[in-house]
């Protein structure tokens, strides 16, 4: 499905939480969406999903408003860090709802991963712990099988072989049947692989939209001596430098075959260190 | 096999490199078939497009080529392909890093000379 957004913005109470943010994710693709706290991710896919309207600008998806519109939003599966579900509804019962809800639901994989995750149908949610309420998050995403499946944070108070579980799987699903998955993490270490595309929001504004491999291969830090260093970089847009003992080292993005011709060292900046440095960067200014 | 990637470089280059290496070293011979891009995606976890960029490009380069429903083999002319390549980039990726070192740890040419003539165990990587 398409998704367009166009200046869409967003206040609460004279705060802004999104600002005139506009881009198009045109394929079905993993996309990741980052950002520091309160940088405007939930309340953008809070608008996607349709459970809230924009102070202005929209997002169409296939051309249509999300909001109140129930064509839509059986495309549309949401999962957030928590609450997502009604305390007192047994485990069966949450399946069962969502399972009427979306026309594309996969009872099967949901029976298989209720397995996985151990999972006890009769339990009620509140008597889940944080970890399982998690996977039962993940479990109603994966089985929605929506055409636009978003996760935000999904799996807070799961362990690390839950999470891989869950990485495990969400590979295997979008190989099996292509869909638009996005993914809201502050564990970018662990996930960056996943990711097909990122997008990274600050302060409420789209500060970069990119290829993930593009984003390995472009943005990258050189380092050596000072005047080198700072020779090399003037005139360009730098991301960061620091420099100890008498050595720079100087992140930027673009080509970078030039530094590596007169003798600086150059290596790749991993997307979290880019998010952190870019991110860092908009506050000094 | 890599156990893992490097985050600090594009994951299709390395993907491709991989295979690269294990072309030239003979681990995957001629007329073989190579892991598919769903295999690699499942064993680094990595997005099976990105995988799928690394494999590509070995098909664009003759190293690779696709049947159709069957997977992805290493061509006849591969090996000799790499090799021609990697001659190419040689002097700048090898030659350039040792001359600049020796600068440094003020090595002339001679005594450079002596070490690249010295005998010594054959490396099979």
Same mark, same amino acid.
């Given at each position: 499905m398409k998704i367009e957004v166009k200046q869409l913005s967003k206040g609460y109470r004279g705060k802004t939480a999104l600002n005139n943010v506009s881009f198009t994710l045109e394929e079905p693709k993993i996309y990741g969406l980052l950002g520091r706290n309160g940088a405007g991710k939930t309340t953008f896919m809070d608008i996607l999903s349709g459970n809230i309207t924009a102070t202005s600008g929209e997002i169409l998806i296939d051309g249509e408003n999300p909001f109140d519109n129930q064509r839509l939003t059986e495309s549309i599966c949401l999962i957030k860090?928590? %609450? %997502?579900?009604? !305390?007192?509804? !047994?485990v069966k019962n949450v399946l069962k709802i969502f399972s009427y809800f979306y026309p594309t639901w996969d009872q099967q994989l949901a029976d298989e991963l209720i397995e996985e995750y151990n999972l006890v149908p009769n339990a009620k949610v509140k008597q889940l712990s944080k970890g399982m309420e998690s996977a039962l998050g993940v479990i109603v995403g994966m089985a929605s099988k929506a055409p636009v499946t978003i996760f935000d944070e999904p799996y807070i108070g799961l362990d690390a072989a839950a999470r891989k579980k869950f990485y495990e799987l969400l590979l295997e699903e979008y190989e099996a049947e292509k869909r638009t998955i996005i993914f809201s993490t502050h564990l970018i270490d662990e996930v960056s692989l996943l990711f097909e595309e990122v997008l990274i929001l600050q302060e409420g504004s789209l500060v970069l939209k990119e290829e993930a491999d593009r984003l390995r291969d472009h943005c990258y830090a050189v380092s050596g001596t000072i005047e080198k260093v700072e020779a090399f970089i003037s005139g360009k847009t730098v991301i960061k430098k620091k420099q100890l003992a008498g050595m720079m080292t100087a992140y930027l993005y673009g080509g970078w075959t030039e530094a590596r011709e007169i003798g600086l060292q150059v290596e790749g900046v991993p997307i979290q260190d880019l998010m952190i440095y870019l991110t860092e960067r908009k506050k000094e200014a | 096999m890599k156990n893992s990637l490097d985050e600090n470089k594009p994951i299709f280059l390395q993907i491709k490199e991989q295979l690269e290496d294990s072309i030239m070293n003979d681990s995957i011979q001629a007329g073989e078939r190579v892991p598919s891009t769903n295999e690699f995606a499942a064993f680094y976890k990595i997005n099976p497009a990105t995988a799928a960029k690394g494999i590509n490009e070995l098909v664009n380069e003759a190293i690779l080529v696709k049947r159709r429903g069957v997977g992805m083999f290493v061509t006849e002319d591969a090996k000799e392909i790499l090799i021609e390549k990697r001659r190419k980039t040689f002097y700048e990726n090898y030659m350039l890093p040792l001359k600049n070192e020796a600068r440094k740890l003020r090595i002339g040419e001679k005594e450079l000379l002596e070490m690249v003539e010295r005998e010594e165990p054959v490396d099979e990587n």
């Open positions: 860090e928590g %609450n %997502n579900f009604p !305390k007192d509804l !047994k | -």
